[in-house]
């Protein structure tokens, strides 16, 4: 079924209110959710809900607790996400950075006591629209093998990074995870009772396996590109999990969550802004221009899948299966009284 964005927004708000959440932060969750469905990552969006609230009643995430942020020196930040709706604490830093970056040229926060964000693209593609150049990273409970391994030794450790175009074009962004397929599409791809292609996981018994049941009966992912994805994982792993202090994620003294650590580089302290994104647009309109290859229509820059998707379904609505429409109805309580701040 088709379902507008605004109506997804508002039963997302409503399960987050019902399971602790004060309404303007459950708003906030809300909308980064269901923008990721809206530009077409399904696997960051409403779907993971269920997780939520299930975080939730297990005290993993504090529904009513607010992030704080702190200069530790300048130029650096640590957010105390305080075991707070991940979204909160990143939208905390997308808010304090371009001050820090506007201030020093460039700002680092670190997220200590982080839930799952969502989807990194969200928060540089922000950053990115206020002249900066943007890029965020974290680490995550282990899932993925190293090279040449077949034991879970590194997170799904995603990258993203975001640079402004001309007005009126989205941003460059680049977001992925460093494993060859991001844990949340693998189970989009298991409820759907689909077979995904080799190299992306591995069974029990290190096998190659195309069977997504298999990796959440112990198998492991496999990092994207072989050796240079895991290489980018491990940096992540050990960047990500230290700075933030939630640790590495196979690593005794292990913290659990999502060690995430955004940076933003102010334009205008190497060259006037707009001359970037001049010369940024001309450069992504050469390659738009770019004869296609065989078996390819056009060449698109990083970014501009999604803006497509956007428009679409901002037009027809987001596809959400029956199941998952039956199980967000399921997760709909009422609402407890707002115990105030």
């Given at each position: 079924m088709l379902v507008p964005a605004e109506k997804l927004?508002?039963?997302?708000?409503?399960?987050?209110?019902?399971?602790?959440?004060?309404?303007?932060?459950?708003?906030?969750?809300?909308?980064?959710?269901?923008?990721?469905?809206?530009?077409?990552?399904?696997?960051?969006g409403v779907r993971r809900l269920s997780g939520y609230v299930g975080e939730v009643h297990e005290g993993r995430i504090d529904p009513r607790a607010r992030p704080t942020v702190d200069a530790v020196r300048p130029g650096a930040l640590v957010v105390h996400g305080?075991?707070?709706?991940?979204?909160?604490?990143?939208?905390?830093?997308?808010?304090?950075l371009p001050g820090v970056a506007g201030r020093y040229g460039c700002g680092v926060a670190a997220i200590r006591e982080c839930n799952h964000v969502g989807r990194l693209g969200e928060y540089v593609a922000a950053?990115?629209?206020?002249?900066?150049?943007?890029?965020?990273?974290?680490?995550?409970?282990?899932t993925v093998a190293p090279y040449g391994g077949r034991e879970r030794r590194l997170g799904t450790n995603p990258l993203a990074w975001a640079v402004p175009r001309a007005a009126g074009s989205p941003p460059v962004v680049m977001d992925w995870a460093t494993s060859a397929v991001a844990?949340?599409?693998?189970?989009?791809?298991?409820?759907?009772?689909?077979?995904?292609?080799?190299?992306?996981?591995?069974?029990?018994?290190g096998r190659v396996s195309t069977e997504p049941a298999d990796f959440y009966a112990g198998g492991a992912l496999l990092p994207f590109g072989g050796?240079?994805?895991?290489?980018?994982?491990?940096?992540?792993?050990?960047?990500?999990?230290?700075?933030?202090?939630?640790?590495?994620?196979?690593?005794?003294?292990?913290r659990g969550g999502?060690?995430?650590?955004?940076v933003a580089v102010d334009i205008a302290a190497f060259l006037p802004p707009r001359r970037f994104r001049e010369k940024t647009e001309a450069f992504c309109l050469a390659l738009a221009a770019t004869p296609p290859a065989d078996g390819h229509s056009e060449?698109?820059?990083?970014?501009?899948?999604?803006?497509?998707v956007r428009r679409r379904r901002d037009r027809?609505?987001?596809?959400?299966?029956?199941?998952?429409?039956?199980?967000?109805?399921?997760?709909?309580?009422p609402a407890k009284e707002d115990r105030g701040p």
């Open positions: 927004r508002e039963l997302a708000t409503g399960i987050l209110v019902g399971a602790g959440a004060r309404s303007p932060d459950a708003e906030v969750v809300a909308r980064s959710l269901v923008l990721s469905n809206v530009v077409g990552h399904d696997s960051h305080r075991r707070a709706f991940g979204q909160l604490a990143a939208a905390a830093a997308v808010r304090a950053l990115a629209e206020q002249d900066l150049v943007a890029l965020a990273f974290g680490n995550a409970d282990p844990e949340g599409k693998l189970a989009v791809a298991r409820d759907g009772r689909e077979r995904v292609p080799e190299g992306l996981l591995l069974d029990v018994d050796h240079k994805g895991y290489g980018l994982s491990v940096l992540i792993e050990i960047v990500g999990g230290l700075l933030s202090t939630t640790g590495i994620g196979s690593m005794p003294g292990y999502f060690g995430t650590v955004l060449v698109l820059v990083p970014g501009e899948p999604e803006e497509r027809d609505g987001v596809p959400i299966d029956e199941a998952t429409w039956r199980e967000l109805h399921a997760l709909l309580v």
